[in-house]
């Protein structure tokens, strides 16, 4: 574990379990109290009781994918951070929608510290995200 650690809850949310279970493992060695979840309604059905500090989703997930997963965990939590990461190429209008939501966005693939730096950093209010 690092001498750095962070206490935050961070949802991890993509439907490939290999990939949340890998993020929720670099996140717990990080100090972070990660929760991997494996779908944008297992998510909505949680975060109520689970209280996320983060969440960190998939966009492209099968029945709710993650944009709509983040608006409705938004709605019932308002205070959680989101953050989306996507291996698709991601149109500039897509990319001001995310923003416009609040949202930060990720393209894989994912790299440990890129991940890492974009949780510690302070939260991006509706504009230039990663």
Known sequence: ???????RTVLVIDDDRVLADTLAQILRLNGFQPVALYSG???????????PDIVL???????????EAAKRIR??????RVILFTAHPVSAAMRHMIHGLGFELLQRPLHPEEVLTALRRAPQLGGEAA
């Open 41 to 51: 309604e297992e998510a909505i059905e949680l975060v109520e009781r689970l209280q």
């Open 57 to 67: 989703s998939d966009i492209r997930m099968s029945r709710v994918d993650g944009i």
């Open 75 to 80: 709605e019932l939590h308002p205070e959680c």
């Open 1 to 7: 574990m690092t001498a750095e650690l962070d206490r």
